[in-house]
Every structure is written in C-alpha cells, then in structure tokens.
C-alpha cells in the first residue's frame, strides 16, 4: 500500500527520483499514465493489470470507450534507473504540467504526481467533513 506526500524536482532532461519508501512497493518496472483531477497515476504491474481487467469488464458505451482511450493510449512502461529515477515521457508531462516542483502522493494502490502548484490548488479539505459524513452510505464512519 502507498501512503505519504513527498516534494521532490523534476531535473531538466525530465527525470523524477522515486522516494524510496516507494520504490520498495513499486518494485522494478511499473506503468504511469495520465491520472485524474490533473496529476499522473503510477502503478506496480499488479495492480495495472488489476486495473485494466477492470476496464475490460466494462460495456461497450461510448463511455467505456472514451476510459479505455484516455487511461490507455498515453500509458506507459518504466523502470527506474540505480539511482531511482525515472524519465516521464514528455506528453505525459505536459499533460500534468510537471515543470520543477512536484509531489508524490500514495493513495492505496498506486501512487499520483502532481505538479506542486495543482497539488496546492486541489489539495483542499475545507468540505472534508461534509464528505467524511457522506462516506456513511458506503460503510465507512470515522
């Protein structure tokens, strides 16, 4: 499981160091591709795969369709370097607006990069009780 923020940069030739408390869980070759809310999601392979069977199971809506195409058609494989870096290939990027200042963020299964400018701007909790209180009708109560 992934869990933590860290802040790191992004070098010129548009390399990223991995935490290492995330390396661990990554394991060596691993899949990003274009996130929501406009970071970028990285997953193990496992838990790729775990997803794409998901997309699979989908129905064939335009909808569906529009899922695969976004998630799918900018994915790509990366390993990290010996010294945990990796390069983000530049339309995925540009895409999240990755520039110098970025944050790693766990959440569960995969990990998100922000920009740390999208990060500031979407990482607001003023209504986190009012969804904490909705999370009811899901089973979960704090």
């Known amino acids: 499981m992934f869990m933590g923020e860290f802040n790191h940069s992004i070098?010129?030739?548009?390399?990223?160091?991995?935490?290492?408390?995330?390396?661990?869980?990554?394991?060596?070759?691993?899949?990003?591709?274009?996130?929501?809310?406009?970071?970028?999601?990285?997953?193990?392979n496992d838990e790729w795969q775990i997803f794409v069977e998901k997309l699979k199971k989908l129905p064939g809506t335009k909808e569906a369709r529009q899922l695969h195409r976004y998630f799918l058609a900018r994915a790509a494989a990366c390993e990290a370097d010996k010294q945990g870096r990796i390069l983000i290939p530049a339309?995925?990027?540009?895409s999240a607006g990755l520039e110098k200042d970025i944050v790693f963020v766990g959440v569960l299964n995969k990990i998100e990069?922000?920009?740390?400018?999208?990060?500031?701007?979407?990482?607001?909790?003023?209504d986190v009780d009012t969804i904490a209180e909705n999370m009811a009708e899901y089973g979960i109560s704090f």
């Open 91 to 94: 339309n995925l990027r540009e």
């Open 113 to 126: 990069i922000w920009s740390k400018e999208r990060w500031d701007e979407n990482n607001n909790y003023d």
């Open 11 to 44: 070098d010129a030739k548009g390399r990223i160091i991995i935490p290492s408390k995330f390396r661990e869980v990554l394991g060596e070759q691993f899949v990003i591709t274009l996130g929501l809310d406009g970071c970028l999601f990285v997953y193990p």
